[in-house]
């Protein structure tokens, strides 16, 4: 069982280190459609 979590902590910590990062640009355009109410951006923004 412990080698199990450990291998899920292993290969969480791969798969974060390999994701992109987000561009600031990208997320700054997010928020400000989201506090202007768009749903969708709102959604995006807290997926990011």
């Known amino acids: ?7 899920a902590a ?5 798969i974060a280190a390999l994701a992109p990062a987000q561009d600031t640009s ?3 355009s997010l928020r ?3 506090e202007k ?6 959604y995006n923004l ?3």
Do not use: P, Y
């Open 37 to 42: 109410g768009n749903g969708i951006a709102q």
């Open 10 to 14: 292993v290969l969480f910590a791969a």
């Open 46 to 48: 807290g997926l990011a």
């Open 26 to 28: 990208e997320v700054t």
């Open 1 to 7: 069982m412990n080698i199990q979590r450990l291998l």
């Open 32 to 34: 400000a459609k989201a």
